[in-house]
């Protein structure tokens, strides 16, 4: 475990900190699986009470690739396109490190909104 690794409710709230982000459990036969959503569209999913804690994260497939060469802690997304998803294992990387996955998700998730959606959450 990193030193100053996220709790679950670290990783949530600062989910729920990123601008127009909503959290919903929409699969019935995985209640468990949380989903953060920017303007409808998946950005993160994790199981919140899971140990070790674990996030998917939409991510660019050459820099998907690179980070999966690079630590051991990020793999390609479990049950999800692998070319554009990582599932990270949280305690086994800084926090800064993870915040800053998470955000770049979310980010490209809003790339892809219509421009009026991604003026009103202030990425043009």
Same mark, same amino acid.
């Given at each position: 475990?990193? =030193?100053?690794?996220? /709790? !679950?409710?670290?990783?949530?709230?600062?989910?729920?900190?990123? $601008?127009?982000?909503? @959290?919903?459990?929409?699969f019935p036969r995985n209640a468990e699986l949380t989903v *953060?959503?920017?303007?409808?569209? &998946? *950005? !993160? *999913?994790? %199981?919140?009470?899971? /140990?070790?804690?674990?996030?998917?994260?939409?991510?660019? =497939?050459? @820099? %998907?690739? +690179?980070?999966? @060469?690079?630590?051991?802690? &990020?793999? =390609?997304?479990?049950?999800? $396109?692998?070319?554009?998803?990582? /599932?990270? /294992?949280?305690?086994?990387?800084? %926090? +800064?490190?993870?915040?800053?996955? &998470? #955000?770049?998700?979310?980010?490209?998730?809003?790339?892809?909104? =219509?421009?009026? #959606?991604?003026?009103r959450l202030d990425r043009p």
């Amino acid at each position: 475990m990193t =030193p100053r690794a996220l /709790t !679950a409710g670290a990783v949530r709230s600062y989910c729920l900190g990123l $601008n127009g982000t909503s @959290e919903d459990t929409p699969f019935p036969r995985n209640a468990e699986l949380t989903v *953060f959503r920017v303007g409808g569209k &998946i *950005f !993160a *999913f994790c %199981a919140l009470e899971e /140990t070790p804690l674990k996030i998917s994260l939409k991510c660019d =497939p050459e @820099e %998907a690739l +690179r980070l999966r @060469e690079a630590y051991g802690a &990020i793999v =390609p997304g479990w049950h999800l $396109n692998k070319r554009h998803w990582n /599932t990270v /294992t949280v305690a086994e990387l800084p %926090a +800064r490190m993870v915040r800053e996955l &998470i #955000e770049d998700s979310y980010d490209l998730v809003v790339s892809g909104l =219509p421009k009026a #959606e991604r003026l009103r959450l202030d990425r043009p």
